[in-house]
């Protein structure tokens, strides 16, 4: 088929996605005096937090560990920032770097030209010709909505957590949360909060772990003991800690997996769920904890135990995944089946060609800040190379 998209020539690297993870790698090429282009899909920067992410969130973990290159958080906010405060610090992040990204430009495919060593970029009626490639779209591209059976039939509301705003419009009503991740926690708070009566379908093993120890951010606490302690003996401190502080989560109906927080969190990119007091109103009875559904009725759900239940909506709390397959036409560095790098952190930022990857790290915005500052280094060494030669070589 002829090509009949304009074609805009990039002289610099081309960033796909306008979220915390391209801004970062636009202000950190920005520091080294590499201009970049960003194409983002949606009308805004960082529209996962504008657009996708319930009101009363705030940062998972202390805003020291989630701050972006050369950009600090606002000494007057808390230790964990609301969603609104987050959001502010991206827009004088991009507003401080003069970050301007093409907005309404979803792109559609994107592929190496081995003749003429560029890559080709589709979007929005255009082909982007550039040098480099900077994949910005998150683990989070996509809503992840599991096929449950007879989900069709179901005659209430059907959301993902992706849509969820608030929980004072399920005031009075039987909601069932699915899944009990960070997401289907504090979403089934929220519910409870404003007078809902939810239910939280578990349905695989988790760990839970306190967000805090003794005024310290779990996190923080990890990261500290990991520099002096094997994997091992700091996941038998967080189990101990967790067990003193929550009790145990198995009577509640929350297995744990055999293995330590964050050795599960190595070995199958599971987080640890941080808990912001979910875990007290299920003691109190207040959210209760139910089985994996086994199929819709027309009025509620089947569990896996048999029992059947009504409910007035349902919220999938059942995660993201990244839309890298989607787009873009590469198979060594990026995995086509989960569209994660196939290397792991701290190997997942560089592939061929000119390829690189940026948020992908499963660690948050700590890894997206890290990968950042490597690929901008690393264009940079090469943009003043190559613009030193290029006099000669035309
Ligand atoms: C509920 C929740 C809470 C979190 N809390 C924390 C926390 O406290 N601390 C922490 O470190 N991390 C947290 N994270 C994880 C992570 O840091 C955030 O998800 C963060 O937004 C990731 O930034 P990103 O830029 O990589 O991805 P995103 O924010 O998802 O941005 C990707 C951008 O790419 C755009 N895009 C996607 N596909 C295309 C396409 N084909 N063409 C053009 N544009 C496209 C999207 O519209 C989006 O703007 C949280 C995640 C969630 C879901």
């Known amino acids: 088929m002829i090509s009949k998209a304009k074609q805009v020539w990039v002289p610099g690297p081309l960033i796909v996605g306008a979220g915390p993870s391209g801004l970062a790698a636009a202000a950190c090429l920005e520091t080294k005096g590499v201009p970049s282009i960003i194409l983002e899909k949606d009308m805004c920067i960082a529209s996962s937090w504008k ?22 958080f606002p000494k007057e906010f808390p230790t964990y920032p609301t969603r609104e405060q987050f959001i502010s610090y991206i827009d004088s992040y991009a507003k401080a770097f003069s970050i301007e990204p093409l907005f309404g430009m979803a792109v559609e495919s994107a592929a190496y030209d081995a003749g003429i060593g560029f890559w080709k970029v ?6 982007f010709i550039c040098r480099w490639l900077i994949v910005a779209t998150g683990e989070n591209g996509e809503a992840f909505r599991p096929e449950i059976t007879g989900m ?11 849509e969820y705003k608030r929980g004072d419009v399920f005031r009075g009503k039987k909601v069932l949360v699915v899944g009990s991740g960070n997401s289907g926690m504090e979403v089934c708070l929220d519910l409870c909060n404003n007078g809902a009566q939810p239910s939280m379908a578990v349905r695989d093993k988790l760990h839970i772990l306190p967000r805090e120890i003794v005024g310290i951010s779990t996190f923080g606490l990890s990261m500290f003991l990991m520099r002096w302690l094997p994997v091992k003996y700091v996941d038998s401190v967080l189990l101990l800690c967790a067990r003193l502080l929550l009790g145990d989560t198995e009577k509640l109906g929350m297995k744990r997996p055999k293995i330590g927080p964050l050795q599960f969190k190595i070995m199958s990119g599971k987080t640890p769920v941080l808990d912001v007091g979910t875990l007290a109103k299920i003691k109190k009875g207040e959210i209760k904890v139910v089985p994996s559904i086994n199929r ?7 569990f896996t135990d048999g029992r059947q239940e009504d409910f007035d909506a349902v919220i ?16 060594d560095f990026f995995d086509q089946r989960d569209g994660y790098p196939k290397t792991q952190f ?6 061929k060609n000119g390829l690189y990857a940026v948020g992908f790290t499963r660690r948050g915005l700590l890894g997206t800040s890290l990968e950042a500052r490597w690929i901008a280094e690393d264009i940079a060494s090469l943009w003043s190379s190559e613009t030193r030669h290029l006099p000669y070589e035309l």
């Open 316 to 331: 999938l709390a059942t995660g993201y995944k990244s839309n890298v397959p989607s787009w873009l036409k590469e198979d």
């Open 122 to 127: 589709r979007a929005n009626g255009l082909e």
């Open 51 to 72: 657009l996708r992410m319930y009101e009363r969130l705030k940062l998972h973990l202390p805003k020291q560990f989630c701050e972006l290159p050369h950009f600090q």
């Open 152 to 162: 069709r039939d179901y005659e209430e509301v059907v959301l993902h957590t992706s």
């Open 296 to 302: 819709f009725t027309s009025k509620g759900v089947e």
């Open 346 to 351: 701290p190997n997942s930022w560089k592939g």
